[in-house]
């Protein structure tokens, strides 16, 4: 398998490394100084036990008539060390020596066992002949021998006068052997974390960028039109991007949804448009006949002026639409006389009532006299009202019942118009105020009444609800705040 590193893979792969790498470092690093400090705090607790029983020894036979090599070998008899013996084993891991060192810096006593009297200028032997009663430990290197050596000094004195000093080491060597393997192995091991790392960093950015190409190829899929498309959200995270994914097959399959009303809103209102400019187009050629009588001309131009309107009304609700769509609806706020409204839309659509035998009224749940008027855009709540209660009789058998209500309380206006008609299916009432939703196509109507009724409803901080049951009847109602100028202050604190 062809390993790509390039683009998100390559930013997670990289950042993944620089983490682990980091952490795998300082992680060795402190490890390293632990590992030191823990052997070397081994080799100083022996050497300050050394040198305390030597001290405590020398104490023990300091006499001012005993000589400074008769007390040293008295010492080492003490100590059951030899001339030809001078170490100790601790534990295997240090080789402890000894070296006596006379007030003139001269070895007297080698870790040999052997005087040489050697000059010496140790940085430890130094401060011990300066009398520092602190244990002056040192860490040198041997270049002949190669040794790596911890060293402590003590003065040996009589009444706080200094005769010399002992001298004792230990070789670091296996120590740092001990340290370096250590150190080896944490370092194999931070390699193997990060090979692990590199695998899991790749698989992890594997689980991101498989649903972002997903979402590329349909995203090129929708801008080519194509709209029937599922994503595989069975292998999808519960994380952000899964959530994306999820969203964006919704996002498609809600386009292809409102691509196919529009179609749908587009074959209905070409309908719309088509049926009264035929019957206009008809009726206009058939009144330039001679001989045409006075009858037919009335018929005739009664049909014309009908459709006429039904186009004007058809054309207000699309303008309505495309403002409503741009934001650009603004209301006229004025005082409106609810009651003289509600009234003047039954008397207005009584004819249309009357033709359908369709009985037309209102009714008022607080007494008319005592409903007060609200503020609001007079004409667009006409328009609403006129258009609630247009479906009420276009889906009411003949024969049927619309009737207006109207109440008030003290915050809140009530209108609804309740009918007997055919009823919405449940699986419906969520759409029907939706832009070109329209449950029966064959029925005349642009699809887009409901949704504008609405929009304009909320414009007045109002809701519409709608409760229908199918082969039952319908009640839409919408509520409306009695003081509007005050919600929309309130609204905008």
């Known amino acids: 398998m062809k390993l790509h590193l390039e683009g998100l893979r390559r930013r997670v792969v990289k950042y993944y490394f620089i983490m682990i790498i ?16 823990y052997y070397y705090s081994m080799a100083k607790s022996y050497l300050e036990q050394q040198v305390r029983y030597t001290q405590s020894s020398y104490d023990s036979t300091a006499m001012d008539s005993t000589s400074f090599q008769d007390k040293i070998n008295n010492i080492l008899e003490k100590e059951s060390l030899s001339q030809d013996s001078s170490y100790k084993e601790v534990n295997n891991d240090f080789a402890v020596a000894i070296e006596i060192i006379n007030k003139n810096k001269e070895i007297i ?7 040489t009297n050697e000059v010496v200028n140790y940085e430890d032997v130094n401060k011990a002949l300066a009398g520092n009663e602190d244990y002056s430990f040192s860490i040198s290197s041997i270049i002949e021998t190669k040794d790596h050596i911890m060293s402590v000094s003590v003065p040996l004195k009589v009444n706080n006068v200094v005769e010399g000093v002992v ?31 590199l695998l899991i960093s790749l698989r992890f950015a594997d689980s991101l960028i498989r649903p972002i190409q997903d979402l590329k190829k349909t995203a090129n899929q929708l801008a080519q039109g194509n709209y029937n498309i599922k994503l595989e959200n069975e292998k999808l995270h519960d994380d952000e991007i899964g959530d994306l994914v999820r969203t964006f097959d919704h996002m498609a399959k809600e386009i292809d949804k409102t ?16 049926t009264p400019l035929t019957s206009i187009k008809g009726w206009s050629e058939t009144l330039g006949y001679e001989g045409i009588s006075r009858e037919e001309l009335d018929l005739g131009l009664g049909i014309i ?10 054309v207000e609700e699309l303008l309505d639409f495309s403002r409503l769509a741009s934001d650009r609806i603004r209301l006229q706020i004025d005082t409106v006389n609810v009651v003289k409204l ?67 309380g003290d915050e809140y206006t009530t209108f609804s118009v309740v009918d007997n008609g055919i009823g919405i299916k449940q699986e419906n009432l969520d759409k029907v105020l939706e ?17 504008i009724s609405n929009e304009i409803v909320k414009l007045h901080k109002g809701k519409l609800i709608l409760e229908s049951q199918k082969g039952e009847g319908t009640c839409i109602t919408f509520t409306l ?7 929309i202050a309130e609204e905008k604190m």
């Open 109 to 115: 006593l080698d870790q040999y066992g052997i005087k």
């Open 481 to 487: 705040k009695n003081n509007l100028m005050d919600a």
């Open 22 to 37: 980091i952490t795998v470092a300082l992680f060795e690093v402190l490890f390293m100084f632990y590992m030191k400090e």
């Open 167 to 197: 001298r004792y080491s230990v070789s670091l060597n296996k120590a740092d052997s001990a340290i370096f393997r250590v150190v080896f192995m944490i370092f194999i091991g931070g390699l193997v974390i990060l090979l692990i790392c």
């Open 259 to 274: 691509r196919k009303l529009k179609e749908e809103f587009i074959s209905s209102v070409s309908h719309e448009l088509r």
């Open 305 to 314: 002026q009908d459709e006429t309107e039904r186009l004007i009304t058809l």
């Open 435 to 451: 832009k070109f939703f329209q449950e029966d196509y064959h029925k005349s109507g642009s699809g887009i009444g409901l949704a």
């Open 342 to 408: 509600a009234k003047d839309v039954v008397n207005q659509l009584g004819v249309k009532a009357s033709e359908k035998n369709i009985t037309l009224l209102t009714e008022f749940n607080t007494k008319e006299r005592e409903i007060a008027d609200i503020q609001g855009d007079k004409n667009r709540l006409k328009q609403v009202l006129i258009n609630l209660v247009q479906n009420a009789l276009k889906f009411t058998e003949e024969g049927g019942y619309v009737v207006v209500r109207l109440s008030q």
